[in-house]
């Protein structure tokens, strides 16, 4: 029982971090509807800007102060930065391209930081001051861990006389509520949103200095903390102060304890909360429901019939394809294998994500789950490839079926981050329960029969089942179905009162995306003779995303050019330079600002230029 | 379309280009290497580094069978499915003759499966887990390092001559950590049956929570805690630590933290009196390591790190092992390799033949404060083969069909 | 036999009442105007007969069958169409797309993966269009109409259901004076031509008068006035909520 206070103190000093870097992520998205990836980057910034101030100033408390205060400011500046010459330029493209803008900042900072602070993580020597403790119910408590306590309410306090008492304050609360109406009103829109996002960068900032006497500055932070960030945003409602603080508290409580009870599954404990909130609270604990009126501004374009030149200049490609073994060496034919996944990775999301109007932020899960079956069928029961491929499709699409009547009822980010959530789950379990996934070892031995082993044959294989899931995908939605699946998603009231129901709609589009995309899984790991948890990682999962709206989301033959544009441009990059990550980051950057609509978009405008759409 | 036509050419001119230098002269042996150079920085810097001044050294003396060593090095950002596509790539567009490399486990047994799969050659230089040699050990993968087994081997011997009977262990929630928990409570439990294991905590890799855990330990009022936390979540641990006094009057055997790697950051902080397994750098004084010391921080003026050594070590294996096979032909290699013995900074080593476990040793000794920095002092260097089971247990893990 | 009738339909919100106790009916072909001022219930009682909100109490019976408190798709189904205050139309298709997606919906072929719909009950819905006046662009984008054309655009999608009853929500806010009486003049022929019940609410007092047979008139939730264009001009306490609000005519 003498333990219980302690821990009670350090969940809230865990809290109170959780909702410094909250704090400003959710501020940035309830004014400016941006899904900040690079949050997480931002905090890192901190960390490593507050470990340079700090190093360099004297180690008493009050110069403390002032480093961490010099470090806000920085980091608020650089939030100027990047909102001036990145996110300015794409507010008015659809909200998903801004999170792509903004991952591509995080692949940038990765390698920024890197270059300048070096490899080796920085840890902030402690004084004597920052090492103190004070004796609770006989536990020492860590004297700096106090007074992280009474940070996260004191800067709660502040961001509320922030936004209740000054006109500006008013301004952004009235943003949050309807952005259109402030724009309306004759404010300056620009200054507000930059503003704003200084706001929510010196946050994270702050969260970052302030966690250098716990922890180092390490080139992890970032991915690291934006899922909890995104985890707090969301449980607590997207824009909302309070409602943010309150899933800090929830969270950092609930890990604290949680570390005691059931030590092994403290990852996926954090997710399941998340899930069990948004499934009694769809908007989050006190998130208000977004507009639907705001959702449906930007019509899409209507999707007609390719026209002539574009099926022959498909009919091309694919002879060329087929044809490829003839002259490609074994090298660029598993890069091309690699491909034809990616078209399924990539058409599979699509279809849920375009005509389905439900962006999935954790598309690799399904990735993960039919790799995974065919990988334990093969293991438990000695199955062939092909019952593996037949498999993986089928139980991805089972498990997609389940997890759907969760995700139907959501909307927007908060469907968005529900599918985070799901993928990050199914992540942690593959990744932590060693006994039946292997945990990161994997499962290995997973090589096509000998008939199919020769590159060139499975090349073939990969081809046609991509191609035949391509048409397939293509066909369902230029039936009936597909164009009452867009008809739900273009206006969910008009498809009701014709008698659509658009809840099945949309978890059979979840359920032929996620059996889609578990078959190319399976194909994947046939060819990688292996499958690892690194399949369901975030960053797979926004590869995914980055294929489709780099290609394009509102054309059917977008994904298909972004699956290859990207695994083409990824493959030349990792193996011509160390610095991938910056060149990638930057070339995304530069794709978003240059085509909101996509390459496929972009050369329909083209072709379409004098004609109407 | 003169541009397209220039464009074309300039691509294919690059790609040829090894090509060319291979077709005129000195025909070098090329070493493709894959490892985490983006995702592990701290660890595979140093390691290149010392990867190529072995290079260096190597030609310097003549190459091997008289003709140089060529070292090729890619990235595979911590993810398996790269490191296989990247095999695929050296072995077939560059034509490489050996594959090395990976820091990551997964990333090793992916490499060792495509090994394995393609009849080609990989050596593992970095990762860790038994699996490996083991369970999916085959015939065509080599690894250099001492295992997950070899170090909690050596720390539960450590661990069992101590007094204490009431332990903790505390480990990343993952393959590696799981295998070293396993391992240590097996051993010491053999050892020492008065030893009981009163709780255990397994914070997620990357993002321990180190107040919680550490006060989740101290709850559990243990005399001895088992640590395999590394990196960032060590510093973490061990400064919650340090503030809450989990460390004061405990005996603590941690995994890994001798090397300068995690024990650097720490910097004033450094656990003092701790059991560990590490590398003590500069300290070691033998001729061979002092010779390789200088040259290391002469061309790179920076201290070798244990990356450095493995890194150094490995490429030196594997130019003994082309030198015994006589030939870059794999099945003739694969031979070649077994039993090689070549020389490291560290001893010298050979390549086990029943299991294809490199003889590297561990040093295990104690952490010190030397002039606010984190030092291993008290330690030994213990050869890897006194390390591993015997044969008999060895048989009886590693598949027939490795052989 | 009426073909909507509505009994002591009632709603709170928060403990305020919206509507209290609302009967009436309406028969096919007929024309029923549902007016007030704003704040009156309208739009309350219009989404409990529609589907989007569950009533406290009352029922809403459909061709003598209940309704009450099934979801919008159900009521749909049953034979009821519906247009919006801000018309929603699928803005992804074109304008015959549109009324093909309510053919084949009534049609139940919706859940068809394989035959394309382009061509697809094409004539019926140019048929609905022209009804419409919109043949002319049936190829055109949806999202390129201006928003009068819109508004028909929702009435014909409406007609692809076959419905008994049409359910229309401000139907001319937005346009301008002109288009106003033509969609409604419009309204008040197909209702004829096809025995359709129409219950709509309205702002424009010109409209309401010139195609309603009935009208209703809220206020503050409960009905105070029901009657044909004249005795409602000449009711005392409908006159006095008007002036009172100072809404005559014209709408806002």
Redesign the interface.
């Known amino acids: 029982m003498d333990s219980l206070i302690p821990q009670l103190l350090t969940g809230l000093a865990g809290a109170s971090s959780l909702f410094l870097v909250a704090s400003g992520l959710t501020i940035i998205f309830g004014v400016t509807r941006i899904v900040n990836f690079s949050h997480g980057s931002l905090m890192m910034l901190g960390a490593y800007i507050g470990w340079s101030i700090l190093t360099r100033l004297p180690r008493d408390p009050e110069w403390f102060v002032l480093g961490i205060l010099l470090t806000v400011l920085a980091t608020a500046l650089i939030g100027v930065v990047l909102e001036v010459v990145v996110l300015r330029r794409v507010y008015r493209a659809p909200e998903l391209f801004q999170l792509l803008a903004t991952f591509g900042v995080v692949l940038v900072l990765q390698d920024v930081t890197l270059w300048i602070w070096g490899a080796v993580e920085l840890p902030l020597p402690r004084p004597r001051w920052l090492r103190g403790f004070v004796e609770i119910a006989g536990n020492r408590f860590p004297f700096y861990d106090l007074i992280l306590i009474f940070v996260g309410p004191v800067v709660l306090g502040l961001l509320w006389l922030l936004m209740n008492r000054t006109r500006w304050g008013t301004l952004v609360r009235a943003a949050t509520l309807d952005r259109e109406m402030v724009a309306a009103l004759g404010v300056n829109q620009r200054t507000l949103f930059t503003s704003v996002f200084a706001l929510g960068a010196g946050l994270a900032g702050l969260g970052g200095a302030l966690s250098l006497p716990n922890a180092s500055a390490n080139l992890n932070i970032d991915l690291s903390i934006i899922t909890d960030a995104f985890v707090v945003v969301v449980v607590g409602g997207l824009g909302s102060l309070p409602g943010a603080f309150l899933a800090s508290l929830l969270i950092g409580i609930l890990q604290a304890f949680g570390i005691v009870l059931v030590p092994k599954i403290t990852l996926v404990l954090v997710f399941l909360v998340m899930a069990v909130v948004l499934v009694f609270r769809p908007n989050g604990l006190m998130g208000r429901p977004q507009a639907e009126a705001r959702e449906a501004t930007a019509a899409a374009p209507v999707i007609r019939p390719a026209p002539r030149e574009l099926r022959i200049l498909g009919l091309v490609a694919l002879v060329l394809a087929a044809a490829a073994p003839l002259v490609a060496g074994e090298y660029y034919l598993t890069v091309l294998t690699d491909a034809c996944v990616a078209v399924i990775f990539a058409t599979s999301l699509h279809f849920m994500m375009g005509p389905g109007g439900m962006a999935s932020f954790g598309h690799a899960a399904w990735f993960g789950i039919g790799a995974y079956a065919a990988g334990l069928l093969m293991q438990w029961l000695g199955a062939p490839m092909p019952v593996g491929l037949l498999a993986a499709p089928i139980l991805a699409g089972i498990v997609a079926a389940l997890f759907g009547w969760f995700v139907v009822r959501l909307s927007g980010v908060y469907l968005s981050m529900l599918t985070l959530a799901f993928a990050q789950i199914v992540w942690a379990i593959s990744f932590q329960w060693v006994e039946v996934t292997g945990g990161d070892n994997g499962l290995l031995g997973l090589w096509p029969p000998e008939w199919a082993r020769n590159p060139a044959t499975f090349y073939w294989i990969a081809l046609a089942l991509a191609v035949s899931v391509a048409l397939l995908l293509r066909r369902a939605l230029y039936a009936p179905y597909g164009y009452a699946l867009r008809a739900a998603r273009d206006s969910a009231m008009r498809a009701q009162s014709i008698g659509l129901d658009v809840k099945r709609l949309r978890m059979v589009a979840l359920v032929i995306a996620g059996a889609a995309c578990g078959l190319a899984g399976a194909i994947f790991s046939y060819s990688k003779g292996g499958i690892f948890p690194t399949y369901i990682s975030i960053p797979h999962s926004v590869e995914a995303l980055l294929m489709v709206l780099l290609g394009g989301l509102q054309t059917v033959a977008g994904p298909i050019i972004g699956a290859l544009v990207y695994t083409g441009l990824a493959d030349i990059l990792v193996r011509s330079t160390d610095l991938w990550r910056l060149v990638l980051g930057t070339v995304i950057v530069l794709l978003v600002v240059a085509f909101p609509e996509g390459i496929a978009g972009a050369a329909r405008r083209l072709w379409l230029r004098g004609r109407e759409a | 379309m003169p541009m397209t036509r220039r464009l074309v050419l300039g691509a294919s001119g690059a790609l040829a280009l090894p090509g060319l230098l291979r077709a005129q002269g000195s025909n070098p042996i090329r070493i493709g290497e894959i490892n985490s ?2 995702s592990q ?2 660890f595979t ?1 140093p390691y290149r580094n010392a990867m190529q001044l072995a290079v260096e050294q190597i030609n310097a003396r003549g190459g091997v069978l008289g003709r140089p060593l060529e070292l090729i090095t ?2 595979d ?6 490191a ?3 095999a ?2 050296l ?3 560059q034509k490489v003759d050996v594959l090395a490399g990976a820091f ?3 990333v090793g ?2 490499l060792s ?2 090994a394995a ?1 393609n009849k080609r050659l990989y050596i593992g230089g970095e990762p860790l ?1 038994d ?1 490996m040699v083991w369970e ?1 050990g085959n015939r065509y993968t080599f690894r250099l390092r001492p295992s997950t087994y070899m170090q909690a081997a050596i720390l539960a011997e450590e661990a069992a001559k101590l007094p204490a009977k009431r332990w903790v262990t505390v480990s990343p ?4 950590g ?1 295998s070293a928990v396993k391992w240590f409570r097996q051993i010491l439990s053999a050892k020492r049956p008065d030893v009981q294991f009163v709780a ?8 321990v ?5 550490v ?2 330990l ?2 559990a009022r243990p005399e001895a805690i088992f640590n395999v936390l590394f ?2 979540d060590l ?2 641990f061990v ?2 630590g ?4 989990l460390f004061e009057r405990r005996a603590v055997v941690s995994m890994l933290t001798g090397e300068p ?1 995690y024990l ?6 450094a656990p003092e009196g701790w059991t560990v397994t590490g590398y003590p750098g500069e300290l070691v004084d033998t001729p061979a390591h002092k010779t390789y010391a200088a040259a290391y921080r002469q061309k790179f003026n920076a201290k070798p790190m244990c990356g450095s050594l493995v890194g150094y070590s490995l490429i030196n294996s594997i130019a003994a092992g082309v030198a015994k096979a006589g030939t870059t032909e794999t099945e003739k290699m694969v031979e070649g390799f077994r039993g090689a013995s070549f020389d490291t900074p560290a001893g010298q080593a050979t390549y086990r033949a029943i299991d294809h476990q490199g003889t590297l040793g561990v040093y295990v000794g104690k952490t010190a404060l030397r002039r606010n920095e984190g030092v291993m002092v008290d330690w030994r260097y213990i050869d890897g083969k006194d390390l591993l089971p015997g044969d008999d247990v060895v048989r009886g893990m590693r598949p027939a069909s490795a052989n | 036999m009426s073909v909507l009738v509505v009994q002591g339909l009632s709603k709170s919100f928060g403990g305020v009442q919206a509507v209290g106790d609302v009967s009436f009916a309406v028969a096919p072909g007929e024309m029923l105007a549902l007016i007030g001022p704003n704040g009156a219930g309208k739009s309350t009682c219009f989404n409990m007969v529609g589907g989007q909100l569950v009533p406290d109490a009352g029922s809403v019976l459909l061709e003598g069958k209940p309704i009450t408190g099934l979801s919008p798709r159900a009521i749909a189904r049953r034979g009821v169409g519906r247009t919006f205050q801000i018309t929603a139309t699928f803005g992804s298709m074109t304008v015959r797309e549109n009324v093909q997606m309510a053919l084949l919906s009534h049609r139940r072929e919706i859940w068809q993966f394989w035959r394309p719909v382009a061509g697809r009950h094409a004539e019926e819905a140019d048929a609905l269009l022209a009804q419409v006046g919109l043949e002319a662009q049936a190829e055109r984008a949806t999202g390129v109409l201006a928003y009068g054309d819109l508004k028909r655009l929702e009435l014909a999608i409406a007609l692809g259901n076959a419905p008994r009853l049409l359910l229309m929500d401000e139907p001319t806010a937005g346009m301008a004076p002109a288009e106003r009486v033509g969609l409604m003049q419009l309204t008040r022929r197909l209702a004829t031509e096809r025995g359709v019940a129409v219950l709509f609410t309205e702002h424009d007092m010109d409209v309401v008068f010139d195609v309603s047979d009935r009208i209703l008139v809220l206020n503050r939730g409960t009905l105070i006035a029901e009657g044909d264009g004249a005795s409602i001009r000449a009711n005392p306490a409908v006159r006095e909520i008007y002036l009172g609000t100072g809404a005559t005519s014209g709408g806002h």
Do not use: F, H
């Open positions: 150079y983006t920085p701290a810097l890619r990235d950002a911590g993810r398996p499915q790269d296989v596509r990247l695929g790539e072995y077939n567009d990551l486990s997964n047994l992916a499966e495509y799969q887990t699996a999916r929630n993952y393959e590696y799981q255990e905590q397994w914070p997620a890799l990357g993002r929570d180190a107040g919680a855990t006060q989740a101290e709850q990196g960032p510093t973490n400064r919650q340090n503030t809450r006094g790697e650097d950051p720490l910097g004033d902080e």
